[in-house]
Every structure is written in structure tokens, then in C-alpha cells.
């Protein structure tokens, strides 16, 4: 069984840069994993995900600004979250797939393992 617990949000001007951390206890070691979001009203929406070789892929809205790593040592998956602005504001989700290999999704519904979210919240 897998455990994830995001740690991390927290409450920011806009242009700002929060680093979120997921911890998983249970065996992640090269399975898929990702990050997803949720505003009010919205519904959850993918944001990045990383593969067993360490490949990411990141929706168009914040290419270019998030960066998702994982730390297969310290079982830790992150994601440093630069040039944030309202839109960002959501709560954020850690999942993760018994699936491994090549090419990860970013649609929730591929992940089967969730975290209980941090909040993220941009001001302008």
C-alpha cells in the first residue's frame, strides 16, 4: 500500500515561488508519479508527471515554470513552482501508479494512489 503526504503550499504574491514536497512511504521506486490541482468549482486537472526513467511532462500552462524531481532516495517527489500567479491557486495533489516504464499521463484518472493535498494560494 502507498501513502503520499504533500507538504509544501502555502500563501504567496504573484510573480513568487513555493516548492512542494510529496512524501510516499511504500514502494514509489520507479513507478509513475504526478502532480494535479483542483481550483473551487473546477474539476482536478493534471500538472506534471515523471516516469521511471525520470522523463517529465508538464501541462501547457505552467511549461516553462514548474518543475517536478523526484528523489528515489528519500522516497520525495517535488515541484518548485516559479513566476506563480492567480491561476495557480488550487489545491494541489500528489499521485501515484503502480505503472513503470516510459511515458507518463497526466490525466488522473491513470492514478490510483492520492495524497490529501496542500493548498497553494497566489494574491495579485
Known amino acids: 500500500q502507498v501513502q503520499l503526504v504533500e507538504s509544501g503550499g502555502g500563501s504567496v504574491q504573484a510573480g513568487g515561488s513555493l516548492r512542494l514536497s510529496c512524501a510516499a512511504s511504500g514502494y514509489t521506486y520507479n513507478k509513475h508519479m504526478g502532480w494535479f490541482r483542483q481550483a473551487p468549482g473546477k474539476e482536478r486537472e493534471g500538472v506534471a508527471c515523471?516516469?521511471?526513467?525520470?522523463?517529465?511532462i508538464y501541462v501547457d500552462s505552467v511549461k516553462g515554470r514548474f518543475t517536478i524531481s523526484k528523489d528515489n532516495a528519500k522516497n520525495t517527489l517535488y515541484l518548485q513552482m516559479n513566476s506563480l500567479g492567480p491561476e495557480d491557486t488550487a489545491m494541489y495533489y500528489c499521485?501515484?501508479?503502480?505503472?513503470?516504464?516510459?511515458?507518463?499521463?497526466?490525466?488522473?484518472?491513470?492514478?490510483?494512489?492520492w495524497g490529501q493535498g496542500t493548498q497553494v494560494t497566489v494574491s495579485s
Open positions: 499521485a501515484a501508479v503502480g505503472r513503470s516504464g516510459a511515458y507518463c499521463y497526466t490525466v488522473p484518472v491513470r492514478y490510483n494512489y
Open positions: 515523471i516516469d521511471s526513467y525520470g522523463s517529465a
